[in-house]
């Protein structure tokens, strides 16, 4: 097994048994429900903006491991960051899961790029961007999203994307 499949299935494991930012958010300025059909992922995603910056956020629901693990590490990652800042790891996050972001090339995802073998796995992908999904759909004031139909993350732009 390669070093970076390794890394991946570890970081899956962990933030899967462990996740951060799990529970509700009693006093958010914005939520959304973010579901994908084809598997069963079900999250809600709660988050408190002050002054445009992510001041808290939190999860919770039922989904597999590779969505729990994504809506863990991007809680943890965007928190205190501005909603533009979020919003444009959104993009590249989505972009990098999908194959159109090199995560040798510039950006600004971090340890995130431990997902990117995820490309390679066409089954998984919604998994993995149900939560940033999700994110958008609440700094957008939409109560629920999908993954499926014309909210596909792999076909629909999120933002100014392409």
Known sequence: MSV???????????????????????????????????????????????????????????????????ASMMTTVVKGKTRADAEQMVREFRDMATGKLDPGAPHHLGRLTVFSGVRDLPTRVKCAILPWHTLHAAFNAQESTSTEADADPMHAPIGDAS
Do not use: M
Request: aromatic share 4%; hydrophobic share 35%.
């Open 4 to 70: 970076s499949k390794q890394l991946y299935q570890e970081v899956i494991l962990d933030h899967n048994k462990k996740p951060r930012n799990w529970g509700p958010l009693a006093d958010a300025t914005h939520k959304a429900e973010g579901l994908n059909p084809l598997c069963g992922d079900h999250i809600h995603l709660a988050v408190k903006l002050k002054d445009d910056t992510i001041e808290a956020i939190g999860f919770e629901g039922e989904s597999c491991a590779i969505c729990k693990a994504s």
